[in-house]
């Protein structure tokens, strides 16, 4: 009978963010596949946890499948785990589970840790409706793909970016939605968490040292509390202003801003 293999999530930061039934299944499989030996062993020794290890990164996945599904299939049970958080989210294991369900073999989730769950839930925006983009790519193309089904995206959506491409990513972001607000995350779980809910302008502006991988969430479906405030500013500039230009000339408010109307009216039918 085949073996099951268990899609383990670790802790992406504190060490003590991991499930009593992750910590079961690492210690009763026959091997555990992890995109980094040497990380997972610090979490292994953490909890004393002697099952050996075996790498699976994004660098030999291909080559090491073949291997894993053949012990899958001798009936070892095996744990898939990544350097932090949920695998396959951004992390390597993606085809070693689809090889293990086209071979009919039982993958079994051990659900715990996830950067973008962990800063979704702690941003305010809407989660009925959520879209999760990865990393945005580096080639030209494709990255202009991926911030127009950004900008379309009728929901709040969640990223992922490294400490040296965040401040030019969130540079083509504002171009791309304006300058919403947004929830930017880094070093979640970790003693230097830091998580900040304002305009993307000032998020760029308060950029400091390249410390951690960041998350970032941005409601694009809906209206938001910082949008509404903003539109409203505006709106009560564009009043203050009529109401000082028609009092130079004379009239009312309401007066100016029909005779405006009616000289774009004149204008359009032109």
Do not use: C
């Not at 580096?138 to 911030?147: A, I, L, Y």
């Amino acid at each position: 009978m085949p073996g099951t293999l268990f899609v383990v999530a670790t802790p992406i930061g504190n060490l003590e963010d991991i499930t009593l039934r992750a910590l079961r299944v690492l210690r009763e499989v026959a091997v555990i596949a992890a995109e980094d030996t040497r990380r997972t062993g610090h979490l292994l020794a953490r909890h004393a946890i002697a099952t050996p290890t075996t790498s699976l990164h994004e660098h030999n996945e291909r080559q090491k499948t073949a291997a894993i599904l053949k012990r899958l299939e001798t009936g070892e049970d095996i744990a898939l785990v990544s350097d932090a958080g949920t695998p396959t989210v951004s992390d390597p294991g993606e085809s070693l589970v689809r090889a293990a369900l086209a071979a009919g073999i039982r993958v079994e989730p051990v659900p715990g840790p996830s950067a973008g769950i962990a800063a979704l839930s702690a941003s305010g925006f809407p989660s009925e409706a959520v879209l999760f983009l990865g990393f945005p790519p580096t080639r030209s193309k494709d990255r202009k793909r991926w911030f127009e089904r950004a900008r379309v995206a009728d929901a709040t959506v969640v990223f992922f970016e490294s400490p040296h491409r965040i401040r030019q990513t969130l540079e083509e972001l504002r171009q791309t939605i304006g300058d919403r607000e947004i929830l930017v995350a880094r070093e979640l779980t970790k003693i230097h968490e830091n998580l900040v809910k304002q305009p993307i302008s000032t998020i760029i502006e308060s950029l400091d040292g390249p410390i951690g991988e960041f998350t970032i969430v941005v409601n694009i479906g809906h209206s938001t509390e910082y949008d509404q405030r903003t539109s409203q500013a505006e709106l009560n500039g564009r009043r203050q202003a009529l109401a000082i230009v028609a009092k130079e000339y004379g009239l009312t408010a309401n007066q100016l801003y029909k005779a405006i109307q009616a000289a774009k009216n004149r204008s359009n039918d032109q």
